[in-house]
């Protein structure tokens, strides 16, 4: 499993510790050892699947997401292909044959938004650009999930991945890239309004408004004390707050 670098600074203030300290007990209370756990296995050999899952799983009940992934699957199926190990290439193959933006959205059944305001783009069109953006990197496009981890291995910020896809629609503030490097393999936390409301609930702090980030930092940093994964910590969290199953069924027998 390949590890990005903590984005938060190990030399913590007093006050994030303790917020840190009680929510790893609060997890520990709640999800118990994390080999019982129900995991995110991602899109390892698809960064195609990884960009839609990604855009679409804002704002969408997940049942949504997996209706479009479904979609996408059966389409490139019926056409030959392989969508678990679909790239950039692929990905824009299926726009151009269904006529564009509009044309994938009728074929996977889903015109959601990118946001709720007036005039806002399809998010398939926004996965077309993101697409896009990808390819056409300078320095040379990112056109697979292995095209991601070498560029991981040149650069451990990923900054030419990262600047591309926060300048697309809707994207900036980075949940859907957390996201998206999920579900490629990495170490990212993906900290929805639900799992940012869990976090500030047990770390006494009702009354702020935590940002992604620092939602994000406080994860990393309680996985790093459980000790998990700080993915796998968050997928849990996700899980429990969204009211889905959290244990394996054969850890409850």
């Keep these: 499993m390949v ?8 030399e913590m203030t007093t006050e994030q510790t303790l917020d840190a300290t ?7 209370a709640i999800f118990g050892n994390e080999s019982t756990w129900i995991t995110a296995n991602g899109y390892p050999g698809s960064l195609a699947l990884c960009i839609i ?3 679409f799983s804002t704002g969408s009940h997940y049942q949504s997401v997996i209706n479009v992934i479904d979609a996408y699957c059966d389409i490139r199926k019926e056409g030959g292909g392989d969508p678990h190990r679909d790239g950039v290439e692929e990905l824009l193959a299926s726009f151009n044959k269904v006529g564009g933006s509009a044309g994938w959205a009728k074929a996977v059944d ?17 996965i077309h650009q993101a697409a896009l953006a990808l390819k056409g990197l300078e320095g040379g496009g990112i056109f697979t999930t292995a095209d991601m981890h070498a560029e991981f291995a040149k650069d451990a910020e990923l900054e030419r991945v990262k600047r591309a896809w926060l300048h697309l629609p809707s994207q900036r503030s980075g949940v859907t890239y957390n996201y998206l490097l999920i579900l490629a393999g990495f170490q990212s936390v993906k900290p929805d309004r639900m799992v940012i409301r869990f976090v500030a609930e047990h770390v006494g702090l009702d009354g702020k408004n935590l940002t992604a980030m620092e939602t994000a930092n406080l994860i990393k940093q309680v996985a790093e004390l459980y000790p998990t994964q700080p993915r796998r910590l968050d997928h849990v969290i996700w899980r429990h ?7 394996r069924e054969d850890d409850l027998n």
Excluded: Q, W
């Design 3 to 10: 590890m990005t670098k903590p984005c938060y600074s190990p």
């Design 22 to 28: 009680k929510l790893t007990e609060s997890c520990r």
């Design 53 to 55: 899952d990604s855009i």
């Design 110 to 126: 889903n015109h959601k938004p990118a946001h709720t305001k007036p005039g806002a783009l399809l998010k398939a069109e926004v």
């Design 241 to 247: 707050v969204s009211g889905r199953e959290v244990f």
